[in-house]
T-cell receptor
């Protein structure tokens, strides 16, 4: 979906628990997806990506799941830490032949001590 | 490794003044993107370059905005004359190949009074 809106959805998680952040994407033809983390005062930071020929990809403490049937993407963070507090964006590649990303609205993750 | 470097980090100026934002992409990256981020509209792509050539400037809001990339290691985004509604955080990102992950700088927070 397009990146619009004044109010970000917020997910509050206890430190040490697992976090799951969800994203619905808009274009069934999209074949590349990225998760970004944005901390206050900084630019979006690449976390993990996945191509449409995969359903799951794992990184260090993070896993991305892709469900193309329902156009859904999720980011799982294991053993959430205070440093994980940030806004998380999903992005999908845009119209074919261009290199534009379509960014999601973002989800604010708050880690409770 | 040095990431994308943007300057200045903050800019406060009066409306009507010319504003120039600067970006140094990651060495070796052949794509460069300029974005604007606001609370209301989220992340918006303004323009992107491939090998220093502007490819798509359809996101540039008005003729008051212009961008150049004179060489592979430098790009500018200029606003002349600036208006209060241009206040936002402007990000530059670069990538190796257009289909790979974009890496963002920490942005320029622009305030037009």
């Amino acid at each position: 979906g397009e990146s619009v809106g004044l109010h970000l959805p917020t997910l509050s998680v206890q430190e040490g628990d697992n976090s799951i952040i969800n994203c619905a994407y808009s274009n069934s033809a999209s074949d590349y997806f990225i998760w970004y983390k944005q901390e206050s005062g900084k630019g979006p930071q690449f976390i993990i990506d996945i191509r449409s020929n995969m359903d799951k990809r794992q990184g260090q403490r993070v896993t991305v799941l892709l469900n193309k049937t329902v156009k859904h993407l999720s980011l799982q963070i294991a053993a959430t830490q205070p440093g994980d507090s940030a806004v998380y964006f999903c992005a999908e590649n845009g119209p074919s032949g261009t290199y534009k990303y379509i960014f999601g609205t973002g989800t604010r993750l708050k880690v409770l001590a | 490794d040095a990431g994308v470097i943007q300057s200045p980090r903050h800019e406060v100026t009066e409306m009507g003044q010319e504003v120039t934002l600067r970006c140094k992409p990651i060495s070796g990256h052949d794509y460069l993107f300029w974005y604007r981020q606001t609370m209301m509209r989220g992340l918006e792509l303004l323009i992107y370059f491939n090998n220093n050539v502007p490819i798509d400037d359809s996101g540039m809001p008005e003729d008051r905005f212009s961008a150049k990339m004179p060489n592979a290691s430098f790009s500018t985004l200029k606003i002349q004359p600036s208006e209060p509604r241009d206040s936002a955080v402007y990000f530059c990102a670069s990538s190796l190949g257009g289909s790979g992950p974009q890496h963002f700088g920490d942005g320029t927070r622009l305030s037009i009074l």
